[in-house]
C-alpha cells in the first residue's frame, strides 16, 4: 500500500524550491549584492529605481541606447513609477526626430510619454565606429543576456583596476577584473558623485552602480513584481492543496486501514 506522509509531501516541496533557487545561484565569482527585488517576494526599490534612471540618463545613455523601452513604461506600476507629470517632463526634456511633415521634411519635437527611448547613435555601425571599434550593447535586456545578471553589471561597473604588471593595453582598452579576458573597451563610466541626486543621496561610485544595475534590472524583467505575486499565492495554493489532499486520503483509507 502506498502511504504518503504529510511529511514526505512537504520534502518534495522543498526539493523542488532547493532546487529551482540553487539553479539560479551563480557559480563564479563575481561581487555578490543583497538585490532587494530577489527572492520569492523581491521588490524593487522605488528610490533606487528612479536614481538609477538618473545614472542612466546622465551617464550611460550618451553611448548606451535602451531601445525596447518608451518613456511612459518609467510611470507604470511595477516600475520607478514616476508621476504622469515626471514622465511627460522627462519625455519633453529630449529632442526626437519625426516626420516628414507636409512638405516632406524631417524635423525635431519634444518627445512625448509614448516615444520610445531615443538611442545615442542612428545604427550600431555610427556606435561602433564611435566607440574605438567596439559596440556599446543595447540596454533594455542586458541583465538577461548576461549570465550572472545584475551582479555581472555591478562587478562590471566596479571591476576597473590598474593591470597587473607586465600587462600591455592598447590605447581605449581598461583592465576589469570581471570582463572576458580582462579587457574592455569603455573607461568606467562612473566616478565620485559624477551625478547628483535629487533626492540627496550621496552619490558614491558603489551606490551609483547599484542603482544604475537596479534599473537595467527592472528594465530586463518589467513583470518580475507580478510574477513574485503570482508565484506567491500560487505557493499558498498548493500548499493548502497538498494538505487537503493529504486529508482526505487519510479519511478514504481510514475504513480500509482499521479493517486489515
Ligand atoms: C563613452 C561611451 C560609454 C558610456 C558613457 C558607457 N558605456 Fe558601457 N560600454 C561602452 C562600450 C564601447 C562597451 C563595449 C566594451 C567592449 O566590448 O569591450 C561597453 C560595455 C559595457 C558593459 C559590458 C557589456 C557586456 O558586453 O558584457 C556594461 C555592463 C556597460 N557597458 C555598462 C555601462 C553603464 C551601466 C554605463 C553608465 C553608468 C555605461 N556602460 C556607460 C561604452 C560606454
Given at each position: 500500500m502506498i502511504k504518503f506522509s504529510l511529511i514526505k509531501i512537504l520534502v518534495i516541496f522543498l526539493s523542488f524550491f532547493i532546487f529551482s533557487q540553487a539553479h539560479s545561484a551563480e557559480k563564479n565569482e563575481l561581487l555578490k549584492v543583497e538585490w532587494s527585488f530577489k527572492g520569492l517576494t523581491g521588490k524593487f526599490d522605488r528610490p533606487s529605481l528612479q536614481r538609477g534612471f538618473q545614472v542612466y540618463k546622465e551617464v550611460c545613455s550618451s553611448c548606451h541606447s535602451m531601445q525596447y523601452l518608451s518613456y511612459r513604461n518609467l510611470g507604470e506600476p511595477g516600475g520607478p513609477e514616476f508621476s504622469i507629470d515626471e514622465v511627460k517632463a522627462i519625455a519633453a526634456s529630449i529632442e526626437v526626430e519625426d516626420g516628414p511633415d507636409s512638405q516632406g521634411e524631417m524635423f525635431t519635437r519634444p518627445g512625448k510619454p509614448s516615444d520610445k527611448f531615443k538611442s545615442p547613435y542612428p545604427n550600431i555601425n555610427a556606435s561602433i565606429a564611435a566607440n574605438g571599434g567596439a559596440y556599446p550593447p543595447d540596454m533594455s535586456v542586458l541583465v538577461k543576456a548576461r549570465p550572472g545578471g545584475s551582479n555581472y553589471i555591478y562587478s562590471v561597473l566596479m571591476g576597473y583596476e590598474d593591470p597587473p604588471e607586465g600587462m600591455k593595453l592598447d590605447d581605449g582598452v581598461y583592465y576589469n577584473k570581471y570582463m572576458v579576458g580582462n579587457k574592455i573597451k569603455m573607461s568606467s563610466p562612473l566616478s565620485e558623485g559624477i551625478v547628483e541626486y535629487s533626492d540627496g543621496t550621496e552619490a558614491s561610485?558603489?551606490?551609483?552602480?547599484?542603482?544604475?544595475?537596479?534599473?537595467?534590472?527592472?528594465?530586463?524583467?518589467?513583470?518580475?513584481?507580478?510574477?513574485?505575486?503570482?508565484?506567491?499565492?500560487?505557493?499558498?495554493?498548493?500548499?493548502?492543496?497538498?494538505?487537503?489532499?493529504?486529508?482526505?486520503?487519510?479519511?478514504?483509507?481510514?475504513?480500509?486501514?482499521?479493517?486489515?
Open positions: 561610485m558603489d551606490q551609483m552602480a547599484k542603482d544604475v544595475t537596479t534599473f537595467l534590472s527592472w528594465a530586463a524583467e518589467p513583470e518580475l513584481e507580478q510574477r513574485h505575486k503570482t508565484g506567491f499565492k500560487v505557493m499558498i495554493y498548493l500548499i493548502l492543496l497538498s494538505v487537503l489532499v493529504y486529508l482526505s486520503m487519510k479519511r478514504i483509507w481510514l475504513r480500509i486501514d482499521s479493517e486489515e
